[in-house]
């Protein structure tokens, strides 16, 4: 994480990971597209050595607000600073999160 910076959800760690290249268990896990590349932008990639500075991160899924928070520290207290865009199929409050699970355990229940 950035320096200063006290969060360090599993988002953003995944993030720093893949910006500064660093070795993961899940690496084999993610896809990199770069636009670049000869095949065109929307082949998968072989991950280069070198380190990236901005990156677009979207979750498939309920996305929220304090991912969303700590990448945005992220990105600002990093040195050199990272550019990160992050969005989500949804995005929840609180109060939406704790009514979809009280739907789905009645849903369950049944």
Request: aromatic share 10%; net charge neutral; proline share 6%.
């Amino acid at each position: 994480k950035g320096k200063g910076s006290k969060t360090n959800l599993y988002l953003t760690r995944v993030v720093d990971a893949i910006l500064e290249n660093k070795p993961t268990i899940d690496h084999d896990r993610y896809c990199f597209y770069d636009p670049k590349h000869p095949g065109g932008p929307g082949t998968p990639t072989t991950r280069k050595s070198s380190t990236f500075r901005q990156a677009i991160v979207f979750v498939i899924g309920g996305g929220n607000y304090l991912e969303y928070q700590d990448l945005l520290d992220y990105a600002s207290t990093s040195v050199p600073s990272k550019s990160v865009i992050y969005g989500s199929t949804e995005i929840l409050t609180p109060n939406e999160f704790l009514n979809q699970l009280e739907t789905l355990g009645r849903s369950t229940a049944n």
